[in-house]
T-cell receptor, first 115, second 115 residues
Framework: NAGVTQTPKFQVLKTGQSMTLQCAQD?????MYWYRQDPGMGLRLIYY???????DKGEVPNGYNVSRLNKREFSLRLESAAPSQTSVYFC??????????????FGDGTRLSIL | AQTVTQSQPEMSVQEAETVTLSCTYD???????LFWYKQPPSRQMILVIR??????QNATENRFSVNFQKAAKSFSLKISDSQLGDTAMYFC????????????FGKGTLLTVNP
């Protein structure tokens, strides 16, 4: 019963390096999300994909790109990593319909450090 | 834009006692959904309970219940018979009932259950 799987779990990068965080869900959910969690800030939405083939910016999209590869997979890319992107990144998915109350199911997170 | 406020950064409770975590939110909408998520030291985000705004009855899930006061825009979480495994960060979250998929989180309350 995998749910939402994120890889890697930990990563250290140097400033300017690029990196793709992978996320896959096996619940046949339509919607997927990327969040970042910083101390004292709660979770903030970076990008989301309401359905396969669509992506939209969230609250803090600058410095990130996303790809909804298929219904299962939603990746987050840092093209040129900066120390301000040091954070814990969470992927989530939901069987989402507009206006619905379906909860989001989260992966275990990726701890990313940018030196 | 909606905001979610958790005014208690940290709380502690003795094992077997009852504790209430506060959450207030700001919205002009009448239809929306509220959630409490738990994040233990393992970092996983776990749904605890959810409430639909148009339902007057407070949601309950075993030892967890909410006190939903729509007019006051308050959504507190009560944990009865606290257990050591309840030690975690708790996040309150708001979701619009419209076409917006965004989940807005509060900054969290760190709950410690003491033996």
């Amino acid at each position: 019963n995998a749910g939402v799987t994120q890889t890697p779990k930990f990563q250290v990068l140097k400033t300017g390096q690029s990196m793709t965080l992978q996320c896959a869900q096996d619940m046949n959910h339509n919607s997927m999300y990327w969040y970042r969690q910083d101390p004292g800030m709660g979770l903030r939405l970076i990008y989301y994909s309401a359905s396969e083939g669509t992506t939209d910016k969230g609250e803090v999209p600058n410095g990130y790109n996303v790809s909804r590869l298929n219904k299962r997979e939603f990746s987050l890319r840092l093209e040129s990593a900066a120390p301000s992107q040091t954070s814990v990144y969470f992927c989530a998915s939901s069987e989402e319909l507009a206006g619905g109350d379906q909860p989001q199911h989260f992966g275990d997170g990726t701890r990313l450090s940018i030196l | 834009a909606q905001t979610v406020t958790q005014s208690q950064p940290e709380m502690s409770v003795q094992e077997a006692e009852t504790v209430t975590l506060s959450c207030t939110y700001d919205t002009s909408e009448s239809n929306y959904y509220l959630f409490w998520y738990k994040q233990p030291p393992s970092r996983q985000m776990i749904l605890v309970i959810r409430q639909e705004a148009y339902k007057q009855q407070n949601a309950t899930e075993n030892r967890f219940s909410v006190n939903f006061q729509k007019a006051a825009k308050s959504f507190s979480l009560k944990i009865s018979d606290s257990q050591l495994g309840d030690t975690a960060m708790y996040f309150c979250a708001f979701k619009s009932g419209g076409s917006n998929y965004k989940l807005t989180f509060g900054k969290g309350t760190l709950l410690t259950v003491n033996p």
